[in-house]
């Protein structure tokens, strides 16, 4: 068990989290560049709200949970300096991406370049304690909020005869309600935690089939067409782990134990028996996915969020067939993307485990990777002191 802690650990604090602090920064203007090849090169200079909101959220992390290293805050402030001054236009809507002065080059086209600055200003408030970012995170949620019900609205282009709805706010709510304690108000919270819980484990999976879906009708159903039958096997078991963690709260048992049977089914259907590795995408009826060419990739955060969903499976339950599952998606995860030349990790594999793209940044950016990492650890330490104990 020591070994695995280290090796979660020592892949956080002595490789992944170095390369992002040597080549992201931006010293001049601010903010992050995020398109690095990979030996950290920039080969874009263009900047993205994701991506920036992403990695303020993760070195606040760092500096709250791990070390108060001035260098870590100094760069999530960075990042954050970075949005407040450009990131927004007149009504608060962020834009998508920016020139690397900060000029907007795409304006607010979805909600989710919002949803990650919340989540980066709730952290780098917890980190800094400057209540000028607390109050943004709440004024960003509520916008947020009020958009919800048509968050692309002039960009939309559904026409409203099949509606369908995505798990895409559900999975954000669960993550914002383990966030923005502190920042949200508790009843706020608490409505987050329940309606999160209850769509994704009743709406989105489907007992009968025992799969969870992306995309259902408002009744729950999945229609027969191609968004209807889509499944994403890692926002599955990434929202697994969020529902552990708000059920952990509570010492909800019976919950725990649903996403963690939920998690098994959805790597036992996603898993390719033949070269190892989870699938991205996948149809339901096994029909082509002429929308999803790259269904058979292996990708990053996929994984990623497996081993982060399995390790705090097993910590909950002790069942041996989620410590079995852990460990065969641990060897391949650590076989197949590490970077031991450059450091770092690749994203993009084909169905074969062999790279694809060999860029580490991109929108691959510094957050699902450094998440699991510290995610792994700090749930493998809390395994092994339960071990010491009994």
Known sequence: MKELINQYKNGLLEDVIP?????????????????????????DTDKYAWPIGRQIWTYSKLYNEVEKKPEWLAIAQSGAEFLVENGMDEDGKFYFSFDQQGNSLKKPSNIYSDCFAALGFSQYYKASRNAKYRTLAREV??????????????????TGIRPMMGMGKLMLDANMALEMEGVLDNDTIISLKSNSIRKLLTHHYDEKVELFFENVAPDGSHPDTVDGRLIVPGHAVESMWMIMDLAAQTNDIKTIQKATDITIKMLSYSWDDQFGGIYYFMDWKNKPMQWKLDWDQK???????????????????????????????????WK?????????WYGYLNRRGEVLLDLKGSFKGCYHLPRSLYECWKTLEKIAHDNDKS
Request: no cysteine; aromatic share 20%.
């Open 141 to 158: 949620y509520d916008r947020i909020e009020k958009r919800w019900s048509n968050p692309k609205h002039i960009f939309n282009k559904e």
């Open 19 to 43: 390369f992002w602090s040597r080549y992201s920064l931006d010293k001049v203007h601010g903010g992050y560049l995020t398109s690095l090849d990979r030996k950290g090169n920039v080969f």
């Open 336 to 344: 197949y993307f590490p970077d031991p030349e450059f450091g770092e």
């Open 299 to 333: 990708l990053w955060w996929v994984h990623n969020e497996a081993l982060i969903a399995l390790l705090k499976a097993f910590h909950h339950t002790r069942r041996a067939d989620v410590w079995s599952w852990f460990k065969k998606v641990h060897t391949y995860t």
